[in-house]
């Protein structure tokens, strides 16, 4: 791994930056409540002019109180600036308001992550996902997925389908270049990628694997868009490195899945890819690594990211360094034969073959 970060700032930036960890939390719910409390909006919609406190208490039905302090609390946020009494939004606060990736990332983060997170030091110890047992008994969360109350379970797959959703436009004229007639979606989850594939391409034959209940899900998503003849179901438990995988096609996809599994998890999946696996075809594994990502935010996220696998998920997985999956690529028997950057929203593509 090469180097990264540096220790350059000064002593006061470094503790005022250590000051907002202190308190992040805290100021993350104020964020949330600006947001959902409609005070934003308002803002937004006064930003020529600003609006006093008083105001906005006034046109949202709001407490003056409430609203004084959250918006004081949002000077430091830097999400509102104050000219002459009068407050007005931000860049900050506009995306916070209006920009999707970051709205989909605070839902996830309060509503499947924020109190499960409380158990983050007990997971680190244990290798398990102690924050999970807030919604539940269950071993991992992918076992939950059908079962999760709401709002969790809508930011869940908000969150998931967000980033693979964008990437598949680009990826699909990839993966049939080659003419593929027959793919393996392994942990297909809902069903997304096989409906999108069944529409590009008339002729091609997918079977989704994953878990008897999110089959249950994309069966009821696939019947809807009438695809039934063409997208099958294959009910496994993937953490079985005894269970092989079905044989006879010509591609195989994994799409944010390996992230969800311990490298020594991640080399079981892989070698049964390589047995299913045409001699000919080709396995694409769809990722977003940490270590190349063209912008801090993005590293960031996925650091963040990687502690929700930590304390929620599974206890054992994380958004990998790039050269930890080719290590594991190349163990299975593999190698990468290309691989695609910059697809959808960070993600790289590795199109795999038999060694």
Same mark, same amino acid.
């Given at each position: 791994?090469?180097?990264?970060?540096?220790?350059?700032?000064?002593?006061?930036?470094?503790?005022?930056?250590?000051?907002?960890?202190?308190?992040?939390?805290?100021?993350?719910?104020?964020?949330?409540?600006?947001?959902?409390?409609?005070?934003?909006?308002?803002?937004?919609?006064?930003?020529?002019?600003?609006?006093?406190?008083?105001?906005?208490?006034?046109?949202?039905?709001?407490?003056?109180?409430?609203?004084?302090?959250? *918006?004081?609390?949002?000077?430091?946020?830097?999400?509102?600036?104050?000219?002459?009494?009068?407050?007005?939004?931000?860049?900050?606060?506009? &995306?916070?308001?209006?920009?999707?990736?970051?709205?989909?990332?605070?839902? &996830?983060?309060?509503?499947?992550?924020?109190?499960?997170? @409380?158990? *983050?030091?007990?997971?680190?110890?244990?290798?398990?996902?102690?924050?999970?047992?807030?919604?539940?008994?269950?071993?991992?969360?992918?076992?939950?997925? %059908?079962?999760?109350?709401?709002?969790?379970?809508? %930011?869940?797959?908000?969150?998931?389908?967000?980033? %693979?959703?964008?990437? @598949?436009?680009?990826?699909?004229?990839?993966?049939?270049?080659?003419?593929?007639?027959?793919?393996?979606?392994?942990?297909?989850?809902?069903?997304? &990628? /096989?409906?999108?594939?069944?529409?590009?391409?008339?002729?091609?034959?997918?079977?989704?694997?994953?878990?008897?209940?999110?089959?249950?899900?994309?069966?009821?998503?696939?019947?809807?868009?009438?695809?039934?003849?063409?997208? %099958?179901?294959?009910?496994?438990?993937?953490?079985?490195? /005894?269970?092989?995988?079905?044989?006879?096609?010509?591609?195989?996809?994994?799409?944010?899945?390996?992230?969800?599994?311990?490298?020594?998890?991640? &080399?079981?999946?892989?070698?049964?890819? @390589?047995?299913?696996?045409?001699?000919?075809?080709?396995?694409?594994?769809?990722?977003?690594?940490?270590?190349?990502?063209?912008?801090?935010?993005?590293?960031?996220?996925?650091?963040?990211?990687?502690?929700?696998?930590?304390?929620?998920?599974?206890?054992?997985?994380?958004?990998?360094?790039?050269?930890?999956?080719?290590?594991?690529?190349?163990?299975?028997?593999?190698?990468?034969?290309?691989?695609?950057?910059?697809?959808?929203?960070?993600?790289?593509? @590795?199109?795999?073959?038999?060694?």
């Amino acid at each position: 791994m090469k180097d990264y970060g540096n220790d350059n700032k000064s002593a006061l930036q470094a503790k005022f930056d250590a000051q907002k960890i202190a308190f992040g939390p805290i100021m993350f719910q104020a964020a949330r409540a600006l947001r959902n409390l409609g005070i934003l909006q308002h803002l937004m919609k006064s930003r020529r002019k600003g609006a006093t406190i008083e105001e906005t208490s006034k046109a949202l039905k709001l407490p003056e109180y409430g609203v004084k302090v959250l *918006l004081e609390a949002a000077i430091s946020l830097e999400m509102v600036m104050v000219r002459n009494d009068r407050f007005f939004i931000t860049k900050t606060g506009y &995306f916070l308001l209006s920009d999707k990736l970051t709205n989909v990332n605070m839902d &996830f983060t309060h509503d499947v992550n924020y109190l499960g997170m @409380f158990h *983050l030091e007990e997971s680190i110890k244990s290798g398990k996902p102690e924050g999970l047992k807030v919604f539940g008994d269950w071993q991992t969360v992918y076992e939950a997925l %059908s079962e999760l109350p709401e709002p969790v379970r809508k %930011s869940w797959f908000g969150f998931d389908h967000y980033y %693979s959703d964008v990437a @598949f436009p680009e990826v699909l004229p990839i993966i049939f270049d080659e003419g593929v007639t027959k793919i393996m979606d392994v942990g297909g989850n809902t069903g997304k &990628f /096989s409906i999108e594939c069944a529409k590009f391409n008339p002729e091609v034959d997918i079977t989704i694997l994953d878990l008897p209940g999110q089959l249950s899900d994309a069966k009821k998503n696939i019947e809807q868009h009438g695809f039934q003849d063409r997208v %099958s179901l294959f009910p496994i438990n993937l953490l079985d490195a /005894s269970a092989p995988f079905p044989k006879n096609h010509d591609a195989i996809w994994m799409s944010q899945f390996l992230d969800c599994f311990s490298q020594d998890e991640i &080399f079981t999946l892989l070698q049964r890819a @390589f047995d299913a696996l045409d001699e000919n075809g080709s396995l694409y594994i769809l990722e977003t690594y940490w270590d190349m990502q063209a912008f801090e935010a993005s590293t960031y996220s996925l650091h963040a990211t990687t502690l929700y696998f930590t304390a929620i998920a599974n206890g054992n997985s994380q958004m990998y360094h790039s050269d930890d999956m080719r290590k594991l690529v190349r163990k299975a028997g593999l190698v990468i034969e290309k691989e695609f950057e910059n697809i959808g929203v960070s993600h790289t593509l @590795f199109k795999c073959k038999k060694a």
